[in-house]
């Protein structure tokens, strides 16, 4: 990032037309070429796996130089045409990055730098062109698309045919996109605040027309949500979204042509979760918010990605809270960053929101820079509140509406505009690591007086600069032991040691960080009649949740200790009685009640310990599951019969909850899971049934697998949760499973849903297989991302990631993992991707 320099030439328009074949689609770009300030340096553009056919300079043949992923022009004018044809193979192309093809359909991919694969430009998103663009190809692919406007259409010989878009925003190569295919097309219409009508058009593989009309719905909502929220209105007359099967993410905010991954589209009740409905309207609302968070103010350059992508996310978050439950949204958001970025965070991929090197940016779109940047964004909305936040919105839209800029120039955006001092905030954006907030306290009987003692620091690296402290807004209510709230109040910390004090006729109950006000870590010691207080009567839920979490991982832990000092183990009454009572809580959301019984998984309690013994912590884990599902089983029977007859998301969230606790119980209620399964009315109780028979290691387990898997052969999106099913069950031949699967008809080592699904899953969801002490799981990992290294770098980097975070686990283990890291970086041509995780975790 200290070597970014503005780039030495500026293209303000491209014209760029491709003749589509799958083996040699030709790519012809004219680029009207401006240098940029006083020099004489040479055109340097970005390019890869093309054959170059032509290079023109107002229409002369030039010397050029081509070599590593560089076209270099020397003495080129001040301002000219550039002209250059290329050849490309997109049917080779199985890395899904650049112009590729799925299922027969052409797709394009070019953030962040897939770009320069299809012609060669400065492939940079600070360089903003106006685009045309036209596309040639067979009747056979009746949609040509690209962003903005369809200006013209037209016949060809042969069968051919062309169509000729016009994007009337400039914007960076990343947001290029087209699509030539033949697909069934959702059409419907919204109308702008200021009366302008948009045609929204969803095109979803042939066939599934009836199953797109749940991310219409969303987008409509979405586009309605901005306007109400943010004030922000679209700005083509179409928005588009075309959903492709092969996708190495979730989805792509190319401008007005949205690309998808079909399952962040496509949804009925009998094939899709009402999670994955969640899903889809979160995603949806994601990319088209990205229209104006990314799109219209966009990156200066990569370092800056959570700009765009924190911030969209944190809009994503609301637009979700304002239209579902906040309380369930707040909870699932700190689970990705309980559960995951802390584990990114201490391992070898640590970074600041905003890195300063990388190897590979594709390996930078990662929970820390899109969900601790949105817990970022969350803080100065948290300090701002809703007006100075929406001020300062507004600031930063007049400022820089149409530019590429920094995450500085947003927070002074916040700053200008709110009058709130954020300079030490600004430290959140260069600063990795979690920070820690260790928290005693005291009561002062004499003096009524309460004191709060908050101690932050974030652990430092060897190679780090000092670590200064963090502008925390640290939350607190304060409670007394009948549950009444005494204080409600945001604290600030900006010291590395600070003491709050509050008047008080008690010692109270405190419930600190209320719903996770900043992303640190917290040290506290509850003691469980406090927990029980805080999990009854806490004002926030998410704090009630919070308890909740905290009495179970309290329990696991005293249950490790008692193993590993060879003592039998126990679960105090008290425990079982307050998860009884969250069965029996008839006023209490069913969406909360369900977040509560479902138990943090092994991955989150590791991230609570520095050293972790694996196998200590699945047997303690079990145990403390069964013994609260022993200890509830008549009432979690009881409610679970009243809870069928209701027919809502919560409900049924809770009701599966339930189930997944009743398979574990002594009795393991085989007729009752079997029950639920045949009579599934949709997708969220089939699967509720079949996990829960998977996660209970039921009898009928097998039997139910066949046939689920029997049913939805020829539908790809429910065979991939088949697939991560099948990855999930804790048998010692699961690994021989896996591999038998990969010869199923409906796998392909091609399609990153499909590989996430059976291999992605298998590390990430069954660590008793995976961390099996003979090393097996971490060998069959390590096979995997050798063959997919050269398939799709991408995916193999994205799916490693288990590998490399093994600091926390006996040496034993820790020896294996650091043997299949030294296997990968053996490879023969090994990618950027693999090798810069790879490499880093070595190095740690
Ligand atoms: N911006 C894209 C992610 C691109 C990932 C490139 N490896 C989707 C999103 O965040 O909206
Ligand atoms: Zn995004």
């Not at 770009?29 to 004489?40: F, I, K, L, P």
């Not at 996708?247 to 905010?253: D, K, L, R, V």
């Not at 790809?716 to 591999?739: G, H, N």
Request: with cysteine; aromatic share 10%.
């Amino acid at each position: 990032m200290a070597d970014y320099l503005p780039p030495d030439y500026l293209v303000p328009e491209l014209a760029l037309s491709f003749r589509l074949q799958p083996n040699a689609t030709q790519v012809t770009a004219v680029s009207q070429v401006t240098r940029n300030g006083e020099h004489n340096r040479a055109l340097v553009l970005d390019g890869e796996q093309q054959q170059i056919q032509q290079v023109l300079v107002n229409g002369e043949n030039v010397d050029y130089l081509q070599q590593e992923g560089k076209l270099t022009i020397e003495n080129v004018p001040t301002a000219f045409e550039l002209t250059i044809v290329t050849e490309i193979n997109p049917a080779a192309n199985s890395s899904l990055e650049g112009l590729y093809m799925s299922d027969g359909a052409y797709c394009t991919q070019c953030e962040a730098e897939g770009f320069r694969r299809i012609t060669f430009f400065p492939d940079r998103p600070d360089v903003l062109t106006r685009y045309q663009v036209r596309i040639e190809a067979p009747k056979a692919f009746p949609f040509l698309l690209s962003n903005g406007n369809k200006v013209e259409e037209g016949e060809l010989d042969g069968d051919w045919h062309y169509a000729c878009w016009q994007d009337p925003f400039p914007k960076p190569s990343y947001l290029f996109a087209l699509v030539a295919g033949d697909f069934d097309l959702l059409e419907d219409s919204f109308t702008t605040k200021t009366g302008r009508d948009v045609k929204l058009q969803v095109f979803v593989d042939k066939g599934n027309l009836n199953k797109s009309h749940h991310a219409m719905a969303s987008l409509k909502k979405a586009m309605a949500w901005d306007e109400s929220r943010f004030d922000l209105e679209y700005d083509l007359d179409i928005y588009m979204i075309v959903a492709v099967d092969f996708f190495n993410m979730g989805a792509m905010e190319n401008k007005g042509l949205n690309v998808f991954n079909t399952k962040y589209v496509l949804a009925d009740e009998q094939t899709a979760t009402d999670d994955d409905f969640h899903g889809i309207e979160s995603v949806i609302g994601h990319e088209y918010f990205h229209n104006w968070t990314g799109n219209r103010v966009t990156c200066r350059d990569w370092f800056q990605l959570s700009l765009k992508e924190g911030l969209t996310v944190f809009r994503d978050q609301e637009f979700s809270s304002d239209v579902g439950s906040r309380a369930v949204n707040r909870i699932h958001a700190i689970k990705v960053i309980k559960n995951q970025q802390f584990a990114e965070d201490a391992g070898p991929m640590s970074h600041p929101i905003r890195p300063e090197e990388v190897i590979e940016m594709n390996n930078f779109y990662t929970v820390t820079v899109y969900n601790k940047g949105a817990e970022v964004i969350r803080m100065m909305h948290t300090l701002l509140g809703e007006a100075g936040f929406q001020a300062g919105m507004k600031l930063y839209f007049e400022r820089h509406d149409g530019q590429a800029v920094t995450c500085d120039d947003f927070v002074q955006a916040m700053q200008d505009a709110s009058g709130k001092d954020l300079s030490q905030f600004r430290r959140w954006y260069n600063q990795a690591g979690t920070p820690e907030l260790t928290v005693t306290d005291n009561y002062d009987a004499d003096a009524g007086v309460y004191r709060l003692q908050v101690a932050q620091s974030t652990p430092q690296r060897a190679n780090e600069q000092q670590k200064l402290p963090q502008h925390i807004p640290f939350s607190v209510e304060l409670l007394d032991n009948d549950g009444n709230s005494l204080v409600n109040q945001l604290l600030e910390v900006t010291d590395a040691e600070q003491t709050f004090e509050f008047n008080l006729n008690a010692a109270p109950v405190a419930s600190l960080l209320q719903d996770f006000s900043a992303p640190v870590k917290l040290h506290y010691q509850y003691a469980t009649s406090q927990l029980l207080v805080l999990m009854r009567y806490a004002s926030s839920e998410v704090a009630r949740w919070e308890a909740s979490v905290a009495l179970f991982s309290q329990a696991v832990w005293q249950n490790v200790a008692r193993l590993q000092q060879s003592q039998s183990m126990s679960l105090d009454s008290s425990v079982i009685d307050a998860f009884r009572a969250v069965v029996l809580d008839a006023s209490q959301d069913h969406a909360l009640s369900a977040e509560m019984l479902k138990f943090p998984s092994t991955a989150a309690l590791i991230e609570q310990v520095e050293k972790v013994d694996v196998d200590a912590l699945l047997s303690a884990r079990d145990f403390v599951i069964d013994a609260i599902a022993d200890g509830c089983e008549d009432e979690l029977l009881a409610r679970y019969r009243e809870l069928t007859s209701l027919d809502n998301a919560a409900s049924r969230s809770f009701k599966n909850a339930m189930l997944q606790l009743l398979a574990r119980s002594a009795d393991g209620n085989e007729a009752l899971l079997q029950a639920q399964y045949d009579s599934a009315s949709g997708m969220t109780d089939a699967l509720g049934a079949l996990s829960a028979a998977v996660a209970g290691n039921a009898e009928c387990r097998d039997e139910l697998l066949v046939q689920f898997g029997e049913r939805w052969q020829d539908t790809p999106l429910v065979m991939d949760k088949w697939f991560m099913l099948q990855a999930s069950v804790d048998e010692d031949d699961v690994i021989d499973r896996i591999t038998a699967l990969q010869q199923h008809p409906a796998f392909s080592f091609n399609n990153p849903n499909r590989v996430r699904s059976l291999l992605g899953a298998f590390a990430a969801l069954n660590l008793s297989q995976y961390h099996r002490a003979d090393g097996a799981g971490y060998q069959f990992l390590t096979d995997i991302i050798k063959k997919l290294n050269s398939v799709n770098p991408q995916v193999a980097a994205r799916i490693m990631t288990p590998l490399i975070q093994f600091g926390k686990f006996d040496d034993a283990r820790q020896a294996l993992l650091k043997g299949c890291l030294q296997q990968l970086l053996d490879l023969p041509e090994l990618s950027r991707d693999v090798y810069e995780k790879a490499s880093k975790a070595l190095a740690m």
